[in-house]
Every structure is written in structure tokens, then in C-alpha cells.
């Protein structure tokens, strides 16, 4: 965050409260960054400079179409020459973030743009929140809800033709889909559209849904079993009554066209997010060979442990460097004590595990509303696929974060509670397309709240009410 602040020196439209809002989701008070600000010519070029770059994030849509046709791999059983051609194309992998990032700042500046419109009239910056996730609400073409909808209409279709499965393991609703060709055909174009999604699915480690289809007959049974409608959508807002506060004329004109270019922005960052993710999987599969090649080589004892080495590493190793091998092990063990550490949401200087204090509860928590709605249910806490394999119909998820990975689960519950997001996190979207009350930014809640807990929430206000 400090580089953003920073930036506010040297960028005439840059605001850090707005940067705190698109970036993190809530509003922070900070001591101001200590940096000599340009002057009004710099700024004002650089703001320019600025612009161009945000509003070229609505074209990254074209660029990825023409990005992804091409990485090219060799098609080789030589990991010399298979590193080399990974190696190759990594210049690829970087120009696909720059894009993403472009994308992400065109989503975050235009609403932190409506934000600094309309500030003045939201004392109260809770109301702000949730009046802008009522905005980027029912918002056509978002590519992350198409994977729930997909998913529905094939479990509809097994309801229709194979009822017999619908309360058979993952095993089995597997089997029946590969034994009729009507749910195969439909499985088949999901995986097509939206195999290479996954829990964690920015890691190079995680298994894309189409190599891990056991853990995608969980996504599935839980969507037969409980399935959610999508909210029924309505016409276009009516912006001269949503911006009926605005007595300014001019003013209520500008906050309609960042409000229209925010809800577009959301969509057009959820469609490169996705195409991020086809790439990043292009690799994530030639790593996997390339482990394997290793393997057989006897380069690497396991192929686990390709992971835990940076790409160049990697070459060093394959170049003869085999110290680098118990390295791979120690961070391995070492990861499995560091992902369970917990850190401050922000610091200042060196961040420190467990260094936070946590509030003790009252029996109320609060955090930013993102998708509006209210109700009550039992607490699941879910820190990993097999918790969430847990979740019964009717809970309340509470989660430290959620990504695309988990949007079959919001099926099933009634509402959802994370520590870390933002109104333009991919959760939030999602939950928005489906009426699922959710709030994000509550500090230590799945450390205050416990399995079992009844709790009623108000996504409209951002309170959590523990029942006794």
C-alpha cells in the first residue's frame, strides 16, 4: 500500500482513501507516506499517463484471445529441452498478469472514482458499502457465475434422468455421467469452459477441477442436494432514481457513468481473471511434466517437490545443483507450519505472526457489507475443501477467504463470512448474482466465531449477531 500512497504524490487523481477502498475493502486512517510531491505539471502528465492505462483494462479482453494462442510448448520427453521451452514462454505468463493487472485497476479506479463522487453525501462509510454492492448487483455476463449456473443445469439433468445417483457418492455420480451421453456431453463442455478452475487456483500446485474430478463430484452432490436459484434479474437500473440524492446535475451525470463503467469493469476483470487462470494452468500442466521427467531421471525423488523451488532453481537443479533438493524438502516441512500462521490484515514495519489482538466479542462482530441481505443459520468454519465438504444446507460458511474454487459450496449455505475481501472481490460478485447475504473484511472470525454458533446476520449493515 505504501507504493500506491506513494503514488498520490506524483498522480493528481490519486486518493489513498479510495486506493484503501478498492484495494482492501474498508477505509484505514494511516500516517501519510513521508515523500516530496511533484509538481501540478508532473501530476497532472502523470495523471493522464494514469487514465490511459486504467482505461486500456476494458481492451484486455481482445489481448488474452490473441495471448493464448500463443504459448506453445515443445512436445518433448527431454527435460532439458522441456525446461527451456517452459523457459521460453514465461514472457507470456508476464504479459497475461500485466493485463489482469490492467483490467484490476480499471475495476478498482472506477469505483473508487464513484467513491470520491460521492463521498459527501455518506457520512456513515457503512452505508457507502452497502449502497455499492446494491450497485454491482445483477450485473449480466459475469464468467465466475456461469461456473454455479453450468453446474445447476447438470444437476438438474441428473435429477431428470438418473435419480437413482443423486444420493450416491462421488464414485458414483461419476459413473452415472460417463454412462449417459446426454450428462457426459454437458460434463464435458463445463470441464471445457471452466476445467481449469480449482481452490487456490493461482498455485501452481493445486489441481485444475478437470485432473481432480473426485473433488468436483463433492461440488456437484452438494448443488443437487441444496441447490440455489439465481436471483431474478431486473431490467437495467433506474439511474436517475439510484442518484436521486445528487442535487447537481453534472455531478449525478459523472456518478451514473462511473456506476455504468463499474458494473462493466466487473465483468470485464472476472472474464481476464478467468483467462489468467487458462494460462497460469498451460504451466501448471508442464510443470507436472516436467516433475515427471525429473522423477524418472532421478533428478527429483518426488514430484511434490518441483513446487517448492522458484523456476530458476529448477535449472540450477537440472544443471547438476543437487543441494537443491533438501532445500525443496526444508520448505516443504516449512510450509506446513507457516500456512497456519495468521497475520494482521495490515501492518506497519515488519509483519508479525499472531501479533494482533483480536477484540473479545460482545455477541456482536462488524465488517463491510458486499452482498445485501439478512439471515441466520449454524456456524461452519472452513479452512480447507474437506471442511467445506462438511458444510450442511442452511449454514453460514465463515472462511478466512474465499476464490472461485469455493462458489459450488454457495448452494448450500445461507450465508457467508470472511476475514479477508472487498466489493469487487471474485466471492462478492459471485454471492451477489445469488442473493447470498455476505460479509467480509470481520477481523478473527474464525477464531470468534465456533462450529455450532447460531448466528444472525444483516448484510446490509455488516453486523453479526452471536445467539445465545
Same mark, same amino acid.
Given at each position: 500500500?505504501?507504493?500506491?500512497?506513494?503514488?498520490?504524490?506524483?498522480?493528481?487523481?490519486?486518493?489513498?482513501?479510495?486506493?484503501?477502498?478498492?484495494?482492501?475493502?474498508?477505509?484505514?486512517?494511516?500516517?501519510?507516506?513521508?515523500?516530496?510531491?511533484?509538481? @501540478?505539471?508532473? $501530476?497532472?502528465?502523470?495523471?493522464?499517463?494514469?487514465?490511459?492505462?486504467?482505461?486500456?483494462?476494458?481492451?484486455?479482453? $481482445?489481448?488474452? @484471445?490473441?495471448?493464448?494462442? $500463443?504459448?506453445?510448448?515443445?512436445d518433448t520427453t527431454d527435460y532439458q529441452k522441456l525446461y527451456a521451452s517452459i523457459d521460453k514462454n514465461l514472457a507470456l505468463l508476464d504479459e497475461s498478469?500485466?493485463?489482469?493487472?490492467?483490467?484490476?485497476?480499471?475495476?478498482?479506479?472506477?469505483?473508487?472514482?464513484?467513491?470520491?463522487?460521492?463521498?459527501?453525501?455518506?457520512?456513515?462509510?457503512?452505508?457507502?458499502?452497502?449502497?455499492?454492492?446494491?450497485?454491482?448487483?445483477?450485473?449480466?455476463?459475469?464468467?465466475?457465475? @456461469?461456473?454455479?449456473?453450468?453446474?445447476?443445469?447438470?444437476?438438474?439433468l441428473i435429477k431428470e434422468h438418473a435419480p437413482e445417483a443423486v444420493n450416491g457418492g462421488p464414485d458414483e455420480?461419476?459413473?452415472?455421467?460417463?454412462?449417459?451421453?446426454?450428462?457426459?456431453?454437458?460434463?464435458?463442455?463445463?470441464?471445457?469452459?471452466?476445467?481449469?478452475?480449482? +481452490?487456490?487456483?493461482?498455485?501452481?500446485?493445486?489441481?485444475?477441477?478437470?485432473? @481432480?474430478?473426485?473433488?468436483?463430484?463433492?461440488?456437484?452432490?452438494?448443488? *443437487?442436494?441444496?441447490p440455489r436459484s439465481l436471483v431474478a434479474r431486473e431490467a437495467e437500473p433506474d439511474w436517475e432514481k439510484e442518484f436521486a440524492f445528487v442535487g447537481n446535475p453534472l455531478l449525478?451525470?459523472?456518478?451514473?457513468?462511473?456506476?455504468?463503467r463499474s458494473r462493466q469493469a466487473v465483468v470485464d476483470r472476472e472474464y481476464t481473471k478467468s483467462c489468467l487462470i487458462k494460462i497460469i494452468d498451460l504451466f501448471k500442466t508442464q510443470y507436472a511434466r516436467l516433475a515427471e521427467l525429473l522423477l524418472a531421471a532421478k533428478v527429483l525423488p518426488d514430484t511434490d517437490l518441483i513446487y517448492f523451488l522458484t523456476h530458476k532453481e529448477i535449472g540450477r537443479l537440472i544443471e547438476g545443483d543437487a543441494s537443491l533438493v533438501s532445500l525443496a524438502v526444508r520448505r516443504r516441512k516449512a510450509y506446513d507450519i507457516q500456512k497456519d500462521l495468521a497475520f494482521d490484515d495490515t501492518y *506497519?514495519?515488519?509483519?508479525?505472526?499472531?501479533?494482533?489482538?483480536?477484540?473479545?466479542?460482545?455477541?456482536?462482530?462488524?465488517?463491510?457489507?458486499?452482498?445485501?441481505?439478512?439471515?441466520?443459520?449454524?456456524?461452519? +468454519?472452513?479452512?480447507?475443501?474437506?471442511?467445506?465438504?462438511?458444510?450442511?444446507?442452511?449454514? +453460514?460458511?465463515?472462511?478466512?477467504?474465499?476464490? *472461485?474454487?469455493?462458489?459450488?459450496?454457495?448452494?448450500?449455505v445461507n450465508g457467508l463470512i470472511t476475514e479477508i475481501g472487498s466489493s469487487l472481490s471474485h466471492g462478492a460478485v459471485v454471492a451477489r448474482e445469488y442473493g447470498l447475504p455476505t460479509i467480509v473484511n470481520v477481523k478473527g472470525a474464525t477464531q470468534l466465531l465456533k462450529n455450532g454458533d447460531h448466528i444472525t446476520m444483516d448484510a446490509g449493515k455488516g453486523t453479526i449477531i452471536i445467539n445465545a
Open positions: 500500500m505504501n507504493l500506491l500512497y506513494n503514488m498520490h504524490a506524483r498522480v493528481g487523481i490519486a486518493n489513498p482513501q479510495s486506493m484503501n477502498l478498492s484495494i482492501m475493502g474498508e477505509y484505514h486512517d494511516y500516517p501519510p507516506v513521508e515523500v516530496p510531491y511533484a509538481n @501540478d505539471l508532473v $501530476r497532472g502528465i502523470n495523471s493522464v499517463r494514469f487514465l490511459k492505462y486504467v482505461f486500456s483494462g476494458h481492451r484486455a479482453q $481482445r489481448k488474452f @484471445d490473441k495471448l493464448l494462442t $500463443r504459448v506453445h510448448f515443445a498478469l500485466i493485463y489482469h493487472y490492467a483490467s484490476s485497476s480499471y475495476s478498482g479506479s472506477a469505483s473508487s472514482t464513484l467513491y470520491q463522487l460521492v463521498d459527501p453525501y455518506f457520512p456513515d462509510k457503512q452505508q457507502y458499502q452497502s449502497f455499492l454492492s446494491h450497485l454491482l448487483s445483477d450485473i449480466p455476463g459475469i464468467e465466475s457465475a @456461469d461456473i454455479l449456473k453450468r453446474l445447476q443445469a447438470l444437476a438438474a455420480l461419476l459413473a452415472c455421467i460417463n454412462g449417459h451421453p446426454a450428462l457426459l456431453a454437458q460434463y464435458r463442455d463445463f470441464l471445457a469452459r471452466h476445467g481449469h478452475r480449482c +481452490i487456490k487456483e493461482a498455485e501452481m500446485r493445486s489441481k485444475p477441477w478437470r485432473d @481432480d474430478e473426485r473433488a468436483l463430484m463433492n461440488y456437484l452432490s452438494s448443488i *443437487i442436494k441444496a449525478k451525470k459523472a456518478c451514473i457513468t462511473f456506476a455504468k *506497519i514495519g515488519k509483519p508479525v505472526a499472531d501479533a494482533f489482538d483480536l477484540e473479545a466479542s460482545d455477541g456482536t462482530l462488524k465488517g463491510v457489507p458486499v452482498s445485501n441481505g439478512t439471515c441466520e443459520g449454524i456456524v461452519r +468454519i472452513v479452512n480447507s475443501a474437506d471442511d467445506a465438504n462438511c458444510l450442511q444446507k442452511g449454514e +453460514i460458511m465463515v472462511a478466512k477467504f474465499t476464490d *472461485i474454487g469455493w462458489t459450488p459450496y454457495y448452494s448450500v
